[in-house]
Nanobody, 124 residues
Framework: QVQLVESGGGLVQAGDSLRLSCAAS????????MGWFRQAPGKERDFVAS????????DYADSLKGRFTISRDNAKNTVYLQMNSLKSEDTAVYYC?????????????????WGQGTQVTVSS
Protein backbone atom coordinates (compact mmCIF):
# COMPACT_ATOMS: atom_id res chain seq x y z
CA GLN A 1 0.00 0.00 0.00
CA VAL A 2 1.24 3.47 -0.91
CA GLN A 3 0.82 6.47 1.36
CA LEU A 4 1.07 10.00 -0.02
CA VAL A 5 2.39 13.14 1.67
CA GLU A 6 2.25 16.52 -0.07
CA SER A 7 4.55 19.43 0.67
CA GLY A 8 5.65 22.73 -0.81
CA GLY A 9 2.53 24.80 -0.36
CA GLY A 10 2.55 28.27 1.09
CA LEU A 11 1.66 31.92 0.72
CA VAL A 12 2.98 33.62 -2.40
CA GLN A 13 2.23 36.69 -4.46
CA ALA A 14 0.59 36.73 -7.85
CA GLY A 15 3.15 35.98 -10.53
CA ASP A 16 5.34 33.85 -8.27
CA SER A 17 6.11 30.17 -8.71
CA LEU A 18 5.80 27.18 -6.42
CA ARG A 19 6.74 23.54 -6.73
CA LEU A 20 4.65 21.03 -4.89
CA SER A 21 5.97 17.60 -4.06
CA CYS A 22 4.14 14.42 -3.21
CA ALA A 23 6.25 11.72 -1.61
CA ALA A 24 4.99 8.17 -1.68
CA SER A 25 5.93 5.49 0.78
CA UNK A 26 6.22 1.89 -0.25
CA UNK A 27 8.05 0.14 -3.04
CA UNK A 28 5.34 0.11 -5.70
CA UNK A 29 5.19 3.80 -6.63
CA UNK A 30 5.89 3.07 -10.30
CA UNK A 31 2.75 0.92 -10.42
CA UNK A 32 0.57 3.98 -9.90
CA UNK A 33 -0.53 6.74 -12.18
CA MET A 34 -0.49 10.04 -10.31
CA GLY A 35 -2.68 13.07 -10.34
CA TRP A 36 -3.00 16.48 -8.76
CA PHE A 37 -6.36 17.96 -7.83
CA ARG A 38 -7.29 21.16 -6.05
CA GLN A 39 -10.18 22.33 -3.96
CA ALA A 40 -11.03 25.94 -3.26
CA PRO A 41 -13.34 26.87 -0.36
CA GLY A 42 -16.93 26.02 -1.15
CA LYS A 43 -16.04 24.34 -4.43
CA GLU A 44 -15.58 20.81 -5.69
CA ARG A 45 -12.23 19.10 -5.95
CA ASP A 46 -11.08 19.70 -9.52
CA PHE A 47 -8.58 17.99 -11.75
CA VAL A 48 -5.28 19.80 -12.24
CA ALA A 49 -2.83 17.41 -13.89
CA SER A 50 -1.95 13.75 -14.25
CA UNK A 51 0.96 11.60 -15.28
CA UNK A 52 1.03 7.97 -16.32
CA UNK A 53 2.88 5.24 -14.48
CA UNK A 54 5.93 5.42 -16.69
CA UNK A 55 5.81 9.20 -16.92
CA UNK A 56 5.57 9.16 -20.71
CA UNK A 57 2.25 10.96 -20.88
CA UNK A 58 0.82 13.95 -19.05
CA ASP A 59 -2.50 15.74 -19.07
CA TYR A 60 -3.64 19.10 -17.76
CA ALA A 61 -6.82 20.96 -17.08
CA ASP A 62 -7.35 23.13 -20.12
CA SER A 63 -7.18 26.37 -18.17
CA LEU A 64 -3.81 25.46 -16.66
CA LYS A 65 -1.89 24.36 -19.72
CA GLY A 66 1.31 26.32 -20.13
CA ARG A 67 1.54 27.38 -16.48
CA PHE A 68 1.63 24.07 -14.60
CA THR A 69 3.92 21.10 -15.20
CA ILE A 70 3.62 17.67 -13.64
CA SER A 71 6.58 15.31 -13.45
CA ARG A 72 7.64 12.26 -11.51
CA ASP A 73 10.81 10.61 -10.35
CA ASN A 74 10.12 6.94 -9.80
CA ALA A 75 13.55 6.43 -8.24
CA LYS A 76 12.61 8.96 -5.55
CA ASN A 77 8.98 7.89 -5.26
CA THR A 78 7.93 11.48 -5.82
CA VAL A 79 5.61 13.38 -8.11
CA TYR A 80 5.94 17.13 -8.58
CA LEU A 81 3.73 19.99 -9.67
CA GLN A 82 5.57 23.06 -10.89
CA MET A 83 3.26 26.06 -10.85
CA ASN A 84 4.31 29.27 -12.57
CA SER A 85 2.71 32.69 -12.97
CA LEU A 86 0.40 31.98 -10.10
CA LYS A 87 -2.90 33.82 -9.88
CA SER A 88 -5.24 34.49 -7.00
CA GLU A 89 -7.70 31.98 -8.48
CA ASP A 90 -5.07 29.25 -7.99
CA THR A 91 -5.64 29.53 -4.25
CA ALA A 92 -6.77 26.12 -3.02
CA VAL A 93 -5.78 23.02 -1.15
CA TYR A 94 -3.82 20.84 -3.54
CA TYR A 95 -4.06 17.06 -3.29
CA CYS A 96 -2.05 14.36 -4.93
CA UNK A 97 -3.63 11.03 -5.73
CA UNK A 98 -2.55 7.61 -6.93
CA UNK A 99 -4.46 5.27 -9.19
CA UNK A 100 -3.79 1.80 -10.60
CA UNK A 101 -4.36 2.53 -14.30
CA UNK A 102 -3.32 5.08 -16.90
CA UNK A 103 -6.87 5.73 -18.12
CA UNK A 104 -9.45 8.28 -17.17
CA UNK A 105 -7.08 10.21 -14.98
CA UNK A 106 -9.17 13.38 -15.05
CA UNK A 107 -11.76 11.68 -12.85
CA UNK A 108 -11.49 11.46 -9.08
CA UNK A 109 -12.96 7.98 -8.94
CA UNK A 110 -9.94 6.64 -10.84
CA UNK A 111 -7.80 7.23 -7.79
CA UNK A 112 -7.88 5.06 -4.70
CA UNK A 113 -5.22 6.82 -2.65
CA TRP A 114 -5.11 10.47 -1.60
CA GLY A 115 -2.76 12.66 0.34
CA GLN A 116 -3.81 15.04 3.08
CA GLY A 117 -3.40 18.14 0.93
CA THR A 118 -1.22 21.22 1.03
CA GLN A 119 -2.52 24.79 1.09
CA VAL A 120 -1.53 27.20 -1.65
CA THR A 121 -2.53 30.82 -1.15
CA VAL A 122 -1.83 33.42 -3.82
CA SER A 123 -2.24 37.04 -2.84
CA SER A 124 -3.00 39.61 -5.50
Amino acid sequence: QVQLVESGGGLVQAGDSLRLSCAASGRTFSNYAMGWFRQAPGKERDFVASITRSGDSTDYADSLKGRFTISRDNAKNTVYLQMNSLKSEDTAVYYCAAGPTDWGLRYRNRYGLWGQGTQVTVSS
